[in-house]
């Protein structure tokens, strides 16, 4: 027995001794001090034409019978784009916009990048600026859909733009697509794969908004990181009801209605029901971020082989990310009771939003649910559902050609693939491609990534400039 301990023992310091080393073997190339290299005319140029496109406001249309804000965008588009509008084809479904750039080479598979024309609603209340205006304020430029989505618009337009005045023409075609009802769940994007599809387009690239380049993408790091979209969670509403009987509040039986939808929630908000598991491109994520942190973080994230289940049971602790990161997430949004506060209600309902995994999916984790549905006597409905996207292959060419371009192109910052916990019109084209990628070439600083769909929306000027720069070097050197 002690022969076996004390080999358990030398086992455990061999491990440590291994972990060690390759923590301090792990090392980040030097930070550069890097000042994007653009003029005060491109800077003049963006702020100028993503002022005019915010100014004209495209909220998410949840149904198609009016679309006249957003034919009033088509028209500023080919007023803002005209070359763009004189050189490429254009096809438009019920206000989707699709885009054809013939290249030189049809036997190529085509690429296509990708955003969205609409926006989430916003008033002017809180906002130091017109939420609408379109304004540039100490060199960044602010205004609904300044981050969330045209500026990705923009910088995809204009390096197309720019590219059709030098005259390049691409070796492969090039699609550009933007839906008009991505902030509702539509099928705007939908419908253009459809299209696409219907013509036997395969596709060898897709890159649409949900990563960029984010200074303190996570606490700690020492330098900003292009964090590069490679799958999304599949989302889940569902209603919780309690059926019961209602009565005078001033005489209430045991285990009423509500009561049991309480507990019922509480359990869920206390146990955290649902499987956890590191994906494989979850465990690249943070072996790419590692080399950024200061030594301690550098050794768990450098040697996952041995602190797996260390990190599996403190990330839900320390960060609601990393519960996300790891497992379907359920958070409760909506109830509804009584009409009155002395009367007991017969049928409270509570309405859950899921976030769902790849390991997980909406019927497993429906299943998880259900069984603490069952315990309290309660009916569940599901509202609306959609699995997880595939995960993009990370080992692509496609890949490693889109992360060749970022680190030349922003060669202050690292880079890594990222999970996305919320939904973006790129999951519709898996179907047509296995490198769908959510990335954007737009820094951002922790406030301006906090301000999508908040207050103060805006984005910094020289890195719309710097976006269209990289826009025309991927296009530019696109070997495939």
């Known amino acids: 027995m002690l022969y076996v301990l ?30 994007p290299e653009v003029t005060q005319e491109e800077c003049n140029v963006a702020a100028q034409k993503l002022g005019d496109m915010i100014r004209v406001s495209t909220v998410s249309k949840h149904e198609y019978e009016d679309l006249s804000d957003f034919y009033r965008f088509h028209a500023e588009l080919e007023r803002l784009f005209p070359l763009l509008h004189e050189k490429l084809g254009k096809t438009v479904l019920n206000g989707t ?15 296509l990048l990708m955003g969205h024309q609409d926006v989430v609603p916003a008033s002017d209340e809180g906002w130091s600026v017109p939420a609408y205006s379109g304004q540039v304020k100490d060199g960044n430029l602010y205004g609904r859909g300044a981050l969330d989505c045209k500026s990705t618009m923009y910088v995809q337009l204009q390096a197309v733009e720019e590219l059709l005045t030098e005259g390049f023409v691409p070796p492969c075609d090039v699609y550009l697509e933007y839906s008009i009802n991505e902030e509702t769940g539509g099928d705007g994007a939908a419908a253009a794969m459809r299209y696409l599809w219907g013509r036997g387009i395969e596709l060898a690239l897709v890159m649409d908004e ?40 001033s005489t209430p039986p045991r285990n009423t ?12 908000e206390r146990k955290r029901p649902f499987k956890k598991k590191l994906l494989p491109e979850a465990v690249q994520m ?45 958070c409760f949004t909506m109830m509804e009771g009584s009409s009155a506060a002395n009367v007991i209600p017969k049928e409270p309902y509570l309405v859950a939003n899921l976030r769902t995994t790849v390991h997980q999916g909406c019927k497993e984790s429906l299943a998880v649910m259900q069984k603490y549905a069952d315990k309290y006597d309660l009916e569940i409905e599901v509202l609306l559902q959609r699995d ?18 970022i680190q030349k192109h922003f060669p202050d910052a690292g880079a890594a693939p990222y999970l996305i916990m919320g939904g973006t019109d790129c999951r519709h084209f898996h179907a047509l491609t296995e490198n769908a990628l959510r990335f954007a070439p737009v820094r951002m600083n922790y406030q301006q990534n906090a301000s999508c769909h908040a207050v103060d929306e805006n984005v910094t000027v020289t890195a719309l400039a710097e976006g269209v720069r990289f826009f025309k070097m991927l296009l530019k050197d696109y070997p495939f």
Request: hydrophobic letters at 50%.
């Open 210 to 249: 949900g990563g960029a380049v984010i200074e303190q993408a996570v606490d700690g790091m020492d330098r900003p990181y292009a964090v590069i979209g490679i799958t999304e969670k599949g989302y889940m509403d569902l209603k919780i009801t309690a059926r019961g009987k209602g009565g005078h509040s």
């Open 286 to 330: 943070f072996r790419a971020m590692a080399p950024s942190f200061k030594f301690p973080m550098r050794l768990v994230l450098g040697n996952i082989w041995l602190f797996k289940p260390l990190l599996m049971a403190l990330m839900p602790v320390v960060s609601p990310f990393g519960e996300a990161v790891m497992a379907t997430t359920c």
């Open 97 to 111: 916009l699709l885009y054809r750039w013939e290249g030189s080479d049809p036997k190529k598979k085509p690429i």
């Open 388 to 405: 997880a996207s595939p995960v993009s292959n990370i080992h692509s060419k496609e890949y490693a050609y889109v992360l060749e371009c």
């Open 6 to 35: 004390l080999c358990l023992i030398a086992a455990l310091v061999v491990c440590l001794v291994v972990a060690l080393v390759r923590a301090v073997l792990i090392k980040a190339p030097a930070r550069v001090s890097y000042v």
């Open 257 to 268: 209605p509500a009561a049991r939808l309480f507990a019922f929630a509480n359990e869920i």
